[in-house]
């Protein structure tokens, strides 16, 4: 597994790397063996209340990442923190990451869907209502990063999972059952919702 242990703002000594090194060697192969590369950085948080952040990032499959953040005083406890929410992340889906590691690893170019994938300027804090209405409302947003992405083609289960090893709070993908673009997402309530469009075309079908 190749590791990339970084700091902004902070110095990442030898000792660090070693104990980053030798926690996330023992997660890999415990719970999944099968881990390609993996990120670490540190960074200081809390607007001067001393705080550390650690995020970790491990890509044990094709476009599977496993992702967890954490924060603590010193830069071990945090990263000891975010490296326990991985590896319980890992352990939920342990069984199921090692039966479809071979079906997901040989998913064919054709199952996925070329896409732009584009960051948006956020809208800034202090911007006061008069200047908003003055504001055109098909003014087009500021694009400020695009890149290309896939849209993988799996299961709605296979989808949750992703996005719970991401930690993003939505995955767009293409539903093997009905080959139409479907959207699982984290409700506020906790719960998962799921957005299939292949209801309207059923509809349309049976009018």
């Known amino acids: 597994m190749q590791l990339t242990v970084q700091g902004k703002q902070i110095d990442v000594g030898d000792a660090?790397?070693?104990?980053?090194?030798?926690?996330?060697e023992d997660l890999n192969s415990k719970y999944f063996n099968h881990a390609t590369f993996a990120?670490?950085?540190?960074?200081?948080?809390?607007?001067?209340?001393?705080?550390?952040?650690?995020?970790?990032?491990?890509?044990i499959g094709k476009n599977i990442m496993v992702?967890?953040?954490?924060?603590?005083q010193d830069p071990y406890a945090a990263f000891d923190a975010s490296s326990e929410k991985v590896g319980k992340q890992m352990r939920r889906y342990k069984k199921r990451l090692r039966d479809h590691h071979d079906r997901i690893e040989l998913t064919p170019e054709s199952e996925t869907l070329k896409a732009r994938?584009?960051?948006?300027?956020?809208?800034?804090d202090n911007q006061n209502e008069e200047t908003a209405n003055e504001k055109q409302e098909d003014e087009a947003?500021?694009?400020?990063?695009?890149?290309?992405?896939?849209?993988?083609?799996?299961?709605?289960?296979?989808?949750?999972m992703r996005m719970d090893l991401s930690g993003e709070p939505a995955m767009l993908f293409r539903n093997s059952q009905n080959q139409?673009?479907?959207?699982?997402?984290?409700?506020?309530?906790?719960?998962?919702?799921?957005?299939?469009?292949?209801?309207?075309?059923k509809s349309a079908a049976n009018g």
Do not use: C
């Open 180 to 201: 139409e673009l479907n959207m699982v997402y984290r409700r506020s309530d906790g719960n998962v919702g799921w957005i299939d469009p292949s209801i309207n075309l």
């Open 16 to 24: 660090l790397r070693e104990h980053v090194s030798d926690k996330l």
């Open 39 to 59: 990120t670490v950085t540190f960074s200081k948080e809390g607007h001067g209340r001393g705080l550390i952040r650690s995020q970790v990032n491990i890509r």
């Open 117 to 124: 994938d584009y960051v948006l300027a956020a809208e800034p």
């Open 67 to 72: 992702t967890a953040d954490e924060t603590a």
């Open 141 to 160: 947003p500021v694009i400020i990063a695009e890149m290309t992405t896939d849209i993988q083609t799996m299961s709605v289960s296979d989808a949750v």
